[in-house]
């Protein structure tokens, strides 16, 4: 039961995750401030699965990236490209949708079962 | 400063070549924001258990597919399977008596070389189909890697494009009904053999006997191939029926009304041909009575008597076998 319920969580979570990672890529970031700004947020997030998406996410022409050798480290930053903001936009409208329709149903089950 | 090291090596060394620098430096920048202002050993292994598996994570930056043949193609790949592997059977069959047939030597009794035969047709059957199994996977492995789209497969386009209307053009025929690809198979196999045998009949039906435990030696024929081949113009007429009638029932996948009666037709008529034929008194090899007389330690008459019996009971079976197999057509040939 425990490891279904699991599966389950662990795939709402993999659907979410592009969304996520796209909403922060709005200004540049290097693979730990991702990190860190989606600790923040409370999404808890795999590093192992957030750097590969990055890459991914690269190859797919959504996000741009650059090395930064400036500070003491370098640092290669991810930022979203003029197709990534587009795409972007539309997964947040088809999010917002998804999440008005969800609540709807899963309010009516609950009025079900007050009665 | 040396696990880091050794962590990142063992992520990119499972990583294509061309990705690996630039994945090993991100990989190492990121390790060290992790880690605090002077850490210890300790706060690296702590980041490191973070990361978790080199080896899962070298997997998730891979994006090969993990699998050899994806749901796209799997479809396609176990419907080709299907239409592929019983061609394959039937041919490496075919051509191997084929060379049977021309390769023949004759120094060997006939049914000892079918025997024989067997064995290797096996044995043929089983390589065929490793081969089969492994080339088709190869390339459907082949065009999962390079990726042909999804719109170029056939099935996929046919699929996009359907319509309830695609429905009105599928014919379902009723299990009772239907002639399955097996007796159709069955039907040819049948009439190459007795096609085959007719010819051969002078080497290949007649007495076959163990001596000195050399496998099976021909020892006479049963007929007299002279008599036997004055019909053979109506044995091609017949194979070409045959052959017809096959396609036939191939091609309409059930009986009707019109190919019960062709098959009753030909049948029929090669019932009558087979009793005109077997009640020639000059069919039987004359040598024959008297080995079966001395063999079984009787008078050459009483030999005689009960060939001919033998040979009565087998004509009668046939035309009744005949017969049934008509009345059995026409009975599914009416159901609805």
Same mark, same amino acid.
């Given at each position: 039961?425990?490891?279904?319920?699991?599966?389950?969580?662990?795939?709402?979570?993999?659907?979410?995750?592009?969304?996520?990672?796209?909403?922060?890529?709005?200004?540049?970031?290097?693979?730990?401030?991702?990190?860190?700004?989606?600790?923040?947020?409370?999404?808890?997030?795999?590093?192992?699965?957030?750097?590969?998406?990055?890459?991914?996410?690269?190859?797919?022409?959504?996000?741009?990236?650059?090395?930064?050798?400036?500070?003491?480290?370098?640092?290669?930053? /991810?930022?979203?490209?003029?197709?990534?903001?587009?795409? /972007?936009?539309?997964?947040?409208?088809?999010?917002?949708?998804?999440?008005?329709?969800?609540?709807?149903?899963?309010?009516?089950?609950?009025?079900?079962?007050?009665? | 400063?040396?696990?880091?090291?050794?962590?990142?090596?063992? *992520?990119?060394?499972?990583?294509?070549?061309?990705?690996?620098?630039?994945?090993?430096?991100?990989?190492?920048?990121?390790?060290?924001?992790?880690?605090?202002?002077?850490?210890?050993?300790?706060?690296?292994?702590?980041?490191?258990?973070?990361?978790?598996?080199?080896?899962?994570?070298?997997?998730? @930056?891979?994006?090969?597919?993990?699998?050899?043949?994806?749901?796209?193609?799997?479809?396609?790949?176990?419907?080709?399977?299907?239409?592929?592997?019983?061609?394959?059977?039937?041919?490496?069959?075919?051509?191997?008596?084929?060379?049977?047939?021309?390769?023949?030597?004759?120094?060997?009794?006939?049914?000892?070389?079918?025997?024989?035969?067997?064995?290797?047709?096996?044995?043929?059957?089983?390589? *065929?189909?490793?081969?089969?199994?492994?080339?088709?996977?190869?390339?459907?492995?082949? *065009?999962?890697?390079?990726?042909?789209?999804?719109?170029?497969?056939?099935?996929?386009?046919?699929?996009?494009?359907?319509?309830?209307?695609?429905?009105?053009?599928?014919?379902?025929?009723?299990?009772?009904?239907?002639?399955?690809?097996?007796?159709?198979?069955?039907?040819?196999?049948?009439?190459?053999?007795?096609?085959?045998? @007719?010819?051969?009949?002078?080497?290949? *039906?007649?007495?076959?006997?163990?001596?000195?435990?050399?496998?099976?030696?021909?020892?006479?024929?049963?007929?007299?191939?002279?008599?036997?081949?004055?019909?053979?113009?109506?044995?091609?007429?017949?194979?070409?029926?045959?052959?017809?009638?096959?396609? @036939?029932?191939?091609?309409?996948?059930?009986?009707?009304?019109?190919?019960?009666?062709?098959?009753?037709?030909?049948?029929?008529?090669?019932?009558?041909?087979?009793?005109?034929?077997?009640?020639?008194?000059?069919?039987?090899?004359?040598?024959?009575?008297?080995?079966?007389?001395?063999?079984?330690?009787?008078?050459?008459?009483?030999?005689?008597?009960?060939?001919?019996?033998?040979?009565?009971?087998?004509?009668?079976?046939?035309?009744?076998?005949?017969?049934?197999?008509?009345?059995?057509? @026409?009975?599914?040939?009416?159901?609805?």
């Amino acid at each position: 039961m425990g490891s279904l319920l699991d599966t389950f969580t662990t795939e709402l979570r993999r659907g979410t995750l592009t969304l996520a990672v796209l909403s922060q890529l709005r200004t540049p970031q290097y693979g730990y401030s991702l990190v860190q700004r989606l600790e923040d947020a409370g999404v808890a997030i795999e590093q192992s699965t957030l750097y590969p998406l990055l890459r991914r996410l690269e190859k797919q022409e959504l996000v741009t990236s650059s090395w930064d050798t400036t500070e003491s480290r370098p640092r290669k930053y /991810y930022v979203l490209s003029d197709h990534g903001i587009k795409v /972007y936009k539309q997964l947040k409208d088809e999010w917002k949708k998804m999440t008005l329709e969800l609540k709807s149903l899963l309010q009516g089950d609950e009025n079900i079962e007050s009665d | 400063m040396n696990l880091i090291k050794v962590y990142v090596h063992e *992520v990119t060394k499972r990583l294509p070549a061309k990705t690996r620098d630039d994945i090993a430096l991100e990989l190492k920048s990121t390790i060290e924001d992790m880690l605090p202002e002077n850490y210890s050993e300790a706060d690296v292994k702590d980041a490191l258990s973070k990361l978790g598996n080199p080896a899962v994570l070298a997997a998730s @930056y891979r994006d090969t597919p993990m699998y050899l043949i994806g749901p796209n193609l799997y479809d396609i790949y176990i419907l080709t399977m299907k239409r592929v592997i019983p061609w394959a059977i039937l041919i490496s069959i075919c051509i191997h008596i084929f060379e049977n047939i021309v390769f023949f030597s004759g120094k060997e009794a006939i049914l000892s070389v079918a025997i024989k035969s067997v064995w290797i047709i096996i044995g043929n059957v089983i390589n *065929v189909l490793i081969q089969v199994f492994f080339w088709f996977t190869i390339v459907f492995v082949f *065009v999962e890697r390079v990726g042909l789209s999804n719109s170029d497969l056939p099935n996929k386009k046919k699929r996009m494009i359907w319509t309830p209307e695609d429905l009105k053009y599928v014919v379902i025929i009723p299990k009772k009904k239907a002639i399955s690809k097996g007796d159709v198979v069955f039907g040819f196999i049948w009439t190459a053999i007795w096609s085959i045998a @007719y010819f051969n009949a002078d080497h290949l *039906v007649g007495i076959y006997q163990s001596i000195d435990g050399n496998g099976l030696q021909f020892v006479m024929p049963l007929f007299n191939q002279d008599t036997l081949l004055l019909y053979w113009p109506f044995i091609v007429i017949f194979i070409i029926l045959e052959a017809g009638l096959i396609v @036939y029932k191939w091609k309409a996948a059930q009986w009707t009304m019109k190919l019960a009666t062709a098959n009753a037709i030909i049948h029929g008529l090669s019932a009558v041909t087979f009793i005109v034929i077997a009640s020639n008194p000059n069919l039987l090899n004359e040598a024959i009575i008297p080995y079966t007389a001395q063999l079984f330690e009787t008078t050459s008459s009483a030999a005689a008597n009960s060939m001919e019996w033998i040979w009565r009971v087998i004509v009668a079976s046939f035309v009744v076998t005949t017969m049934i197999e008509i009345f059995e057509s @026409y009975r599914k040939a009416r159901i609805r």
